[in-house]
């Protein structure tokens, strides 16, 4: 067992907690803010967030870079894992295109709420408090604002996405700084 928690802390001592990739997170959320803070049809806007996610892994690799954070560690026998655990996300996006067709407005609510509930795990592989309190703090916190959320206030659910993001960072490098105290 000691071995276990000895590997999942490299990991999250090695990977910064993720904090790449959540950076990189808070610039697409941001940028979905914007996006649909423009007047632009829904589908136009559901379209061009779908593309925005594919700027996630690029950024994340220069935020690795400047961070000095290892996203890929080819010696440790769990980082494996955390591809899979990410890739887990995408099993979901047929309730993603579900809604692009059968509700629209609604499409930001569902990729929010998968977006948050996928941290939920690295709050296992990373050793992070953090994620397992913020996965289903958003995804409850924003499925609850798109019941009560009209189209042209969309624009708050992915605000409010970033704003978590911002926190969740926060709160990882706090965890972080402290394991490398250790």
């Not at 999250?12 to 990189?24: A, C, E, I, T, Y």
């Not at 926190?167 to 965890?175: A, E, I, M, S, T």
Request: charged letters at 10%; glycine letters at 4%; aromatic letters at 18%.
């Amino acid at each position: 067992m000691m071995e276990i928690l000895e590997l999942k802390k490299a990991l999250s001592v090695r990977g910064k907690n993720g904090l790449p990739f959540l950076l990189s997170a808070c610039v697409i959320w941001a940028g979905i803010t914007v996006l649909f803070l423009l007047p632009l049809a829904i589908d136009t806007k559901n379209i061009f967030m779908l593309f925005a996610t594919g700027l996630m892994f690029p950024i994340a690799l220069i935020l690795s870079k400047w961070t000095k954070s290892e996203w890929k560690m080819e010696d440790h026998p769990l980082s494996s894992l955390g591809l899979y655990l990410n890739l887990a996300q995408f099993m979901y996006f047929p309730i993603i295109f579900w809604a692009f067709v059968q509700s629209p407005h609604h499409m930001v609510v569902f990729f929010a709420v998968i977006t948050g509930a996928h941290f939920f795990p690295y709050g296992w592989f990373y050793q992070a408090k953090a994620y397992f309190v913020m996965a289903p703090l958003i995804s409850i916190t924003l499925m609850l604002l798109g019941w009560t959320t009209d189209g042209s206030h969309a624009w708050l659910i992915p605000l409010t996405m970033l704003l978590f993001l911002v926190f969740l960072n926060f709160w990882l490098l706090v965890d972080y700084r402290k394991k490398i105290k250790m």
